[in-house]
C-alpha cells in the first residue's frame, strides 16, 4: 500500500521547541485516487499573465495565463482582453494535484506531488523552501529548478536542508550548506536545488540528518556527506565532506536509512539494522555509549525490521507484525516504554504498539500509525505535538484525538506532527508560529487541523498573430467557479513592431525586351522572419529619374506594365511603402532593351 516508509531524522538540541522532524509520510497512488478538494483559503485565487514585451506584425505572439489557488483546483473560463477588450475566452486545463508524500524538517515541510513536483512551506530563512528566496510561507508553494520528476524527498532539521531524488538516479538538495550537507562540493547556502556532485552510482533512495545526508545506490552501499564530527559519515573518520564518501563495513545491501543529529542507522536486507556515529544516550542500539566511525549491529532486535525512524538521539525501529521498539536517550519519555531513563543502550519495547503500520520520531517525541487507522504518539509534548489535546508529557503511546479520518502514514516536525489520511487529507498539530501546518495560519493547536492542499496552478494559453501595430494592454479575468474566487491579473503591456520587408524579385516578361516594346513587370515583396503575414501597401516603379508607376502591393505581389521602352540599359527602381503594418523595402534591376 505505500510507496515508501522510512524516516527522515532529527536533530537540533532536546529542547521541545526545537524538535526535530522523524519519519516521512508516503502513500502510493492508489490510495490518493480519492482525494476530494479539501480545506480551501477563503477561495482565494491569484490571476497572472505572461506575455513578450515585442513583437512585428503577424509574428505569432503567446499569452500564457496562470490561475493559482490554495486548495480546490481552480476550473472555468478565463478572458483575455486588450485594452478593455474581450479578444478570446478560454478554459483552463489540467487536473488535480494530490499529495504523495510529505516530509517534515525543522518548522518547515515539504510534499511531493503525483505530479512528481515538490511543494514547501513554512521557515525559510536558509532558502529551505526552494523558491529561489529567504521568504517564509504559510502556504504550499513550488520548489523551483528542480532537473526532473521526483521520486523521494528528505528533509534536514538544525541546518534546515532539503534534498531530492530525481528519477534519473541524481540528487539535488537546497537551504543550509555550512556543513556541506548539500554535497555541491563548497559550503555556500542555496535557495534553489544544486546536483550532488561526486555519487558513485545511481541513487534509490535519500535521507537527512542535522547536518549531513546519505544515499542509497543501486545495489545497496551508502554514501553520506556533510558534518562528520561524531563520525556520522561512517567512512571511518570524523572530517566533514562537501561531497559523498562511502559508508565502510556494512554488514550487507541497505534498503532505507535514518540519519539522526550525528548518528546514522540503515535498515539492512533481511531486517537488522546497522548504526554509527555519536553513540551517547546508547543512540547505536549496540549495548554501550561509545562512538563508532563504521557501522555496528543494533542488538536484542525482537523481529525482523520493515522501517526505521530516528530523532535526534533517539531511533526507532518498526517490527514485521505491527510491534515497535526504540533505543538511545528517553528522558521525556520518546523511548515509549513508561520510563525516562537516559540511556537504553539496547531496544527497547514500545508499551500497547502491536498493529503499527508506520513510524514517526522527531526530537523528542514519536508516533505510530496502527492497523485499522488510528494514530498514537509519546514522548514530550510541551507544545502539543503528541496530538492528545493537552500539553501534558507522555512516557506511554496515547491517542491522538480529532483525526477526521483513516491515518496511513505520519511524520514528525520541529514541534508539528502530521498525519496523512486515507482520503488524502493531511492533518497538522503542535506548534505553527511559523506557518508549518501550511493551513494560512500561525495559530497552534494540541488537536488535529486540515492542511492546505497544494497550490494548484492551472494555465490557458493564447497564441495570436493578428495583433495590430501599436501598444497592447493585456489583462486576463478568471470568472471562478464554487470553490474559487474571482481575480485578475496585472497589466502585461506589448508593443507590436511594423515587419521589416525585401523586394524579393522584380521579373519581367519578355526579360530582353525589344526596343518600342512594353514588357509586364511582376515585383515580389517578402516579410521578413519572424513575420509571416505577407506585405500590403504601395508600390513606386522609377525607371530612370522617372516615376512611371505607383500600384498596390496585396499578398506580397505587385504587377504593372512598363512604358514603351528605347533601346539600351536602364534602370528599373522599385520602393515598397505607405504601409501601416510593414517597413518599406526597395530594390532595383538593370533593364537591358534590344534594338
Known amino acids: 500500500m505505500f510507496a515508501r516508509i522510512h524516516a527522515a531524522t532529527s536533530g537540533g538540541t532536546e529542547n521541545p521547541m526545537c524538535a526535530r522532524p522523524g519519519s516521512a509520510i508516503a502513500l502510493s497512488l492508489l490510495a490518493l485516487v480519492a482525494l476530494g478538494a479539501g480545506p480551501a483559503l477563503a477561495g482565494d485565487t491569484t490571476t497572472t499573465l505572461e506575455a513578450s514585451p515585442t513583437s512585428v506584425f503577424s509574428e505569432p505572439v503567446t499569452l500564457t495565463a496562470t490561475v493559482a489557488a490554495t486548495g480546490a483546483a481552480p476550473s472555468g ?99 543550509n550548506n555550512f556543513r556541506g550537507q548539500l554535497g555541491d562540493g563548497t559550503t555556500e547556502e542555496r535557495p534553489i536545488p544544486v546536483s550532488v556532485t561526486g555519487l558513485g552510482g545511481t541513487a534509490i533512495a535519500i535521507d537527512a540528518g542535522d547536518r549531513h545526508s546519505c544515499a542509497i545506490l543501486q545495489g545497496g552501499s551508502v554514501q553520506c556527506w556533510g558534518e562528520n564530527n561524531k563520525g556520522q559519515l561512517g567512512d571511518g573518520g570524523t572530517t566533514d565532506s562537501a561531497a559523498p564518501v562511502t559508508v565502510a563495513g556494512l554488514s550487507g545491501p541497505a534498503t532505507a536509512l535514518a540519519p539522526g543529529q550525528e548518528h546514522t542507522c540503515a535498515l539492512i536486507q533481511g531486517g537488522t539494522v ?204 478568471y470568472g471562478g467557479d464554487s470553490d474559487s474566487d474571482p481575480s485578475g491579473s496585472d497589466v502585461a503591456t506589448h508593443t507590436v513592431d511594423k515587419a521589416k520587408t525585401r523586394i524579393r524579385k522584380i521579373k519581367l516578361k519578355p526579360g530582353k525586351p525589344k526596343a518600342g516594346q512594353k514588357a509586364r513587370a511582376t515585383v515580389d515583396v517578402q516579410a521578413l522572419t519572424p513575420a509571416t503575414a505577407r506585405p500590403a501597401g504601395k508600390l513606386q516603379v522609377k525607371l530612370g529619374r522617372k516615376k512611371v508607376a505607383n500600384v498596390k502591393v496585396k499578398d506580397g505581389k505587385a504587377k504593372f506594365r512598363l512604358p514603351t521602352l528605347a533601346a539600351g540599359k536602364q534602370k528599373l527602381k522599385v520602393k515598397f511603402q505607405k504601409s501601416g503594418n510593414f517597413k518599406d523595402s526597395a530594390g532595383k534591376k538593370t533593364v537591358q532593351v534590344r534594338n
Open 77 to 175: 473560463a478565463l478572458r483575455i482582453q486588450d485594452g478593455g477588450k474581450t479578444i478570446a475566452t478560454e478554459t483552463l486545463v489540467g487536473g488535480p494535484l494530490v499529495y504523495a508524500a510529505l516530509h517534515a524538517g525543522r518548522a518547515f515541510a515539504c510534499a511531493l506531488l503525483d505530479d512528481d513536483t515538490v511543494q514547501c512551506w513554512g521557515r525559510n530563512s536558509s532558502g529551505q523552501l526552494g523558491d529561489g528566496t529567504n521568504d517564509g510561507r504559510l502556504t504550499p508553494g513550488a520548489v523551483t529548478g528542480l532537473s526532473g520528476p521526483v521520486t523521494d524527498l528528505a528533509l534536514g532539521s538544525g541546518s534546515s536542508h532539503a534534498c531530492a531524488l530525481i528519477d534519473d538516479g541524481t540528487v539535488q538538495c537546497w537551504g
Open 274 to 477: 546497522q548504526c554509527w556515529g555519536n553513540g551517547s544516550s546508547g543512540r547505536l542500539g549496540n549495548g554501550g555509549t561509545a562512538d563508532s566511525l563504521t557501522p555496528v549491529s543494533v542488538s536484542s532486535l525482537s523481529g525482523t525490521v520493515t522501517a526505521i525512524a530516528s530523532g535526534s538521539f533517539h531511533t526507532c525501529a518498526l517490527i514485521d507484525g505491527g510491534a515497535m521498539q526504540c533505543w538511545g536517550r528517553g528522558t521525556f519519555g520518546q523511548i515509549g516504554n513508561g520510563s525516562t531513563n537516559f540511556n537504553n543502550t539496547t531496544p527497547q519495547t514500545v508499551s500497547g504498539i502491536s498493529t503499527a503500520t508506520a513510524i514517526a520520531t522527531a526530537t523528542v517525541n514519536s508516533c505510530a500509525a496502527l492497523d485499522g487507522g488510528t494514530a498514537k504518539c509519546w514522548g514530550s509534548n510541551s507544545v502539543g505535538a503528541l496530538g492528545d489535546g493537552t500539553k501534558v508529557q507522555r512516557n506511554s503511546p496515547v491517542s491522538v484525538q480529532g483525526l477526521a479520518g483513516t491515518v496511513t502514514a505520519m511524520a514528525g516536525g520541529a514541534g508539528a506532527t502530521y498525519a496523512l489520511l486515507a482520503d488524502g487529507l493531511l492533518q497538522a498539530w503542535g506548534l505553527n508560529t511559523e506557518g508549518e501546518f501550511g493551513d494560512g495560519t500561525t495559530t497552534s493547536t494540541t488537536a488535529p487541523v486540515d492542511v492546505l492542499d497544494p497550490t494548484v496552478s492551472r494555465t490557458a494559453s493564447l497564441i495570436v498573430d493578428d495583433l495590430k501595430v501599436g501598444a497592447h494592454a493585456f489583462t486576463a479575468s
